[in-house]
């Protein structure tokens, strides 16, 4: 299991959001921590947590609990034992969950008008530039695989900015 998600903190339509907006996405059991973008982190994390359980569920933050935690300027979280990390640059804030010690990740910049197809493409040019000829096919929910392997993978996109996590025995 395995989910990613990715924030463009440069997306012209991005806003910033105050304690009134957190609370629309808040579980009664989530811990935060101080930090400007905490909307943003929570919300990241919620929805690699969501992708990470591979549910055929509308995406409903509210329902999901997570523990947000900084140690030595690393931000990392966990929720009902799936423990993810968030990397935050001037740019993004990307969230990936699983068993990190066997998950990659690539973040893509956008270079296609359909992004949804765009950062499938991507994902696509990305293995075969390592010799690796996958596609992107769905699982019986219809939720994103490589095939032939039929291997779990996470994609996200936001703004300019694309991501997908796989399991690393892809590569």
């Keep these: 299991?395995?989910?990613i998600d990715i924030v463009d903190i440069k997306d012209p339509s991005f806003k910033e959001r105050n304690s009134r907006t957190l609370d629309l996405i808040?579980?009664?059991?989530?811990v935060t921590i101080e930090h400007p973008h905490i909307f943003w982190i929570l919300w990241?994390?919620?929805?690699?947590i969501f992708k990470c359980k591979r549910e055929p569920l509308n995406f409903a933050p509210t329902k999901i609990p997570?523990?947000?935690s900084q140690d030595n300027g690393t931000i990392s979280f966990e929720s009902e034992g799936i423990k993810g990390?968030?990397?935050i640059t001037d740019e993004y804030?990307?969230?990936v969950c699983g068993d990190l010690e066997k998950i990659a990740y690539e973040t893509f910049d956008k270079s296609h008008e359909d992004w949804s197809e765009g950062i499938r493409f991507m994902v696509i040019e990305f293995f075969r530039e390592k010799g690796l000829d996958y596609h992107i096919g769905s699982d019986d929910l219809n939720l994103p695989i490589i095939e032939p392997e039929k291997k779990e993978i996470s994609i996200s996109?936001?703004?300019?900015?694309g991501a997908?996590?796989?399991?690393?025995s892809l590569l």
């Excluded at 996109?157 to 900015?161: A, S």
């Design 26 to 30: 808040k579980n009664t059991a989530d």
């Design 164 to 168: 997908v996590a796989f399991p690393k």
């Design 85 to 87: 990390k968030i990397e």
């Design 44 to 48: 990241s994390a919620k929805e690699a």
């Design 157 to 161: 996109h936001h703004g300019r900015y």
């Design 66 to 68: 997570v523990i947000v």
């Design 93 to 95: 804030i990307l969230a």
């Design 1 to 3: 299991m395995l989910g």
